[in-house]
């Protein structure tokens, strides 16, 4: 007997407003080529089981009906996850009736984030014809033990941020904040201290930006960039005031971080309840690299964070050597420049990091992501990672936009994601030109588009996009006329945050906007002060 249990998560039967659930327990059905039950609902296999056989298959459902996109969660576990990295699963949808394969995934032990068969969720996605018969199938390579407990199948949420997606919901501005770089260097004005990141916790908001000329630049940074650290402030009123500002960050005293930490990313681990910090560093070698801090507590102002024993934990090109190998990829091989870090989530064990990247001989730009346990060594390759970039010149090109005509989109520098219901949305930057800042008046498209997807490992070119993107766009054409930007979430409320700059006057501002109800017309033109 096959069990199938359908859920109708509101009381209304009026299907648009209703969204399907199907829950299936594999050691409830005879759907196997090896293995057996575990726990009368689940089904085991080991190393003593044949290899290269389905674990589970079936259940030939037809009770999916709808078209609508959709996730099926297979709730796995593992008793050793880390000695090697070979693939041990495939997970599959597969259309009965027509005998193929929607979707399907490797998954590979260090893919598991924890052993001693604890269940953990791999998802796929995928849409479907009503009335053919699904499958939702397990396939065991070989050489662990391996236990399926259920599956369940979820039409995707788009969450709160789906009407702004739409152009359904309004931004309401709720602040705006201007933070001076210090009087060590006048002829600067307010123009250097920006690469900001709100992150949100414990009632307070929490504002990370660079520094500069907190202190004489020594020479042998001159020429690169002035003396740079890292400081936050907090405001309890949605940014409106900030405290004065701590130190997170310094710079080091070897050559590949002595000059500065900058345009980085915090990350608060709520499971070891110590923050992370991500951040661009660069010394008198002239090499961009990514340096890590951390320290424990949720206090981020409470002292300096520590400094990485293994920094640089990235080099230039390190990542993107690995990201754009082999054929078929949307980014150059001779890309470099791991910067604008953002520590998207953790999950299972592993921290997700995207990043920007350059290469200046083709001039083309992209984003990319890895994964990490411990910040010093990185995948680029998994079940939950593209192996590719996210974002290229190919998501760009086509936007509602005229882009210079001998580049038109180069391509995507800083992004920045937050997860609202099923999918991640991607706030990102796409100049012409090059990925350098033309502060010219006129001579530069410097825009910011919003996109999304139910997973991190979409290529470029698998992301939706709005329908008329860009979504941001400065009022005046300057290049990082908006820059360091973010999406973020505070509770159930989602905000934008930029810095809107004006070159011809040295006019540098962060705005601050909430999703409210309302309508949105893209692109948004950002006005100055």
Known sequence: MILYVVTWLSLSLCYCVTALQLEYFPGTQPYHQTGSRFNNTGWITTTQD???????????????????????????????????????????????????????????????????????????????????????????????????????????????????????????????????????????????????????????????????????????????????????????????????????????????????????????????????YLAQCIGNNRRWSLCHYSRSGSDPMSGPFTPNLHNPVVQGGQLWSRICSGTGKHCTSTMYDEGTPEIIQKVNGWFYITFHGWDAPN????????????????????????????FSSLDCNGWNITWNPKSLCVGGGEGSMVKSGDYYYHLIEAPDGTLNCDVTLDEQNWVLGLLRSPTLSARSGEWEQIHYNPAFKPAKKYGCGLQYHRIFRDGDDFFFSMFVIDFGVNNLTMKVWKVVPGKTSFPVIVSYP
């Not at 070979?86 to 979707?103: Q, S």
């Not at 702004?164 to 309401?172: H, Y």
């Open 363 to 390: 001039n083309k730009a992209a984003r990319g992501i890895a994964r990490t346990r411990d910040f010093v060594n990185y995948d680029v390759a998994g079940y939950d990672l593209p192996n590719d970039a996210l």
């Open 50 to 276: 044949a290899s290269e056989r389905y674990l589970t298959y079936g259940p030939y459902t037809t009770e999916w009906n709808t078209t609508v996109p959709s996730r099926v969660d297979f709730y796995l576990g593992i008793d050793n996850n880390t000695t090697d990295p070979l693939i041990l699963l495939t997970v599959e949808v597969n259309d009965a009736d027509m005998n193929y394969t929607l979707t399907s995934r490797n998954i590979s032990r260090l893919d598991f984030g924890y052993n001693n068969i604890q269940p953990q969720i791999f998802s796929l996605y995928f849409s479907s014809t009503i009335g053919h018969r699904l499958e939702f199938r397990v396939f065991y390579h070989c050489c662990s033990t391996i236990v399926h407990y259920k599956t369940t199948v979820n039409e995707l949420d788009g969450g709160s941020l789906v009407d702004i997606f739409a152009g359904q919901a309004g931004l309401e501005l709720v602040s705006s904040s201007v933070f001076p770089t210090p009087h060590a260097d006048p002829s600067s004005t307010a123009m250097w201290n920006v690469g900001t990141y709100i992150k949100p916790i414990n009632g307070r908001w929490y504002v990370f930006y660079r520094e500069g000329f907190y202190a004489p630049t020594p020479d042998f940074c001159n020429g690169i960039v002035p003396l740079t650290r890292i400081v936050v402030r907090n405001s309890t009123d949605f940014g409106k005031s900030w405290s004065e500002p701590a130190v997170v960050a310094l710079p080091g005293n070897s050559t590949f971080d002595n000059c500065a930490a900058l345009d980085g990313a915090p990350f608060f681990d709520n499971e070891t309840s110590s923050w992370h």
